[in-house]
């Protein structure tokens, strides 16, 4: 299709594009509404990584960025894995090079290495253990208390598990300027206008942030708790596309999302890797079968070994 299509033209063909290649869409929670609308399904970072694994499907596009489509190459090797914008980085995976991680490692020999999700298929592949925001805290208590934790790439959520697990951890230096970026002063100014609003946080977050919050929790956490909760007035801190499935889950709730630093238009945070993505790329990517996404057998297999301790019960046999 030309430039000029409109969003339902677009959406309609990439409908019949998906059906002709087989492929399967999956959209994190942060890409822009149209994009929610034709996947096939929408989720968090680990469920975006067991759909990957569990598909048939002979191909998937994720829209999402990088790290999250190559973490399904890694799951799903057989697999052709496309994403729209190979642009679509992410501040945190940027924060963890190979090389000084790989320095910092040898530095502390008797440490496990658990990598959140969030860093390149080279980090994985350098790490023990890696793990989401929705199962780190079960991923920290699984590792023997006697033994030692290196935490990368995030400072704010390694601090938050060292608070819930009680375990000391050495933390890489890294944050996400997304989450890193919202305004204290201008949420405690929403909390006073609205005093029983509850403030959701993803663990990203900075620790004032956290420590205020009502709940703290992944994507998909804090969709269940809107969805849960008896409560009317939510103040979100997280990227803002998640408000879209929290207004289609929740419609009688209010959503207010939580202010950054930043003086943009809808004074809220936004993901400019997510929102690199957009309707028109996607259908060129399904027309196309690329950018695709290419990875060594020396790297996907240490990688895959490390991700595959999140899914203990499974079957880990490398092909
Ligand atoms: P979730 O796994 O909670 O969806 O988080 C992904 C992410 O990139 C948050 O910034
Ligand atoms: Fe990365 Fe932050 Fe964007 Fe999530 S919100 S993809 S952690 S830059």
Not at 86 to 91: I, L, Q, V
Not at 240 to 251: C, D, E, F, V
Request: aromatic letters at 6%; proline letters at 6%; hydrophobic letters at 40%.
């Amino acid at each position: 299709m030309n430039g000029t299509g409109t969003i339902a033209e677009r959406q309609e063909e990439i409908q019949k594009l998906k059906k002709e290649s087989r492929t399967l869409l999956l959209a994190h929670y942060y890409q822009r509404a149209e994009i929610q609308e034709v996947a096939d399904e929408v989720g968090d970072s680990l469920a975006l990584a067991k759909s990957a694994k569990e598909s048939e499907a002979p191909r998937i596009l994720l829209a999402g960025v990088h790290f999250m489509a190559e973490t399904a190459k890694i799951l799903a090797p057989e697999k052709e894995v496309i994403l729209p914008d190979t642009e679509a980085g992410c501040s945190l995976a940027d924060a963890c090079p190979p090389d000084p991680f790989q320095r910092f490692i040898e530095q502390h020999p008797d440490h496990e290495v658990v990598s959140y999700v969030n860093c390149s298929a080279e980090v994985k592949a350098m790490s023990d253990r890696i793990c989401t925001s929705s199962n780190a805290k079960q991923v920290i208590q699984s590792i023997p208390p006697d033994r030692p934790i290196i935490f990368a790439p995030d400072k704010n959520l390694g601090r938050y598990l060292m608070e819930v697990t009680g375990r000391e951890m050495l933390l890489w230096d890294g944050v996400c300027s997304v989450h890193e970026a919202f305004s204290m002063e201008r949420i405690m100014k929403l909390m006073g206008r609205y005093p029983g609003a509850q403030l959701l946080a993803h663990p990203e977050s900075e620790e004032a942030v956290l420590k205020l919050a009502h709940h703290i929790g992944s994507t998909s956490s804090m969709l269940r708790y809107v969805r849960e909760s008896n409560k009317k007035r939510f103040i979100v801190a997280t990227e803002w596309g998640i408000l879209h499935k929290m207004n289609k889950q929740a419609p009688d709730k209010e959503l207010i999302p939580a202010p950054s630093h930043a003086d943009n238009s809808c004074a809220c945070s936004e993901c400019a890797f997510m929102k690199v993505n957009t309707l028109e790329k996607v259908e060129q990517a399904l027309e196309e079968g690329k950018p695709r996404i290419e990875l060594s057998e020396e790297i996907r297999i240490p990688a895959y070994r490390a991700l595959m301790q999140m899914f203990p019960n499974q079957e880990k046999n490398v092909a």
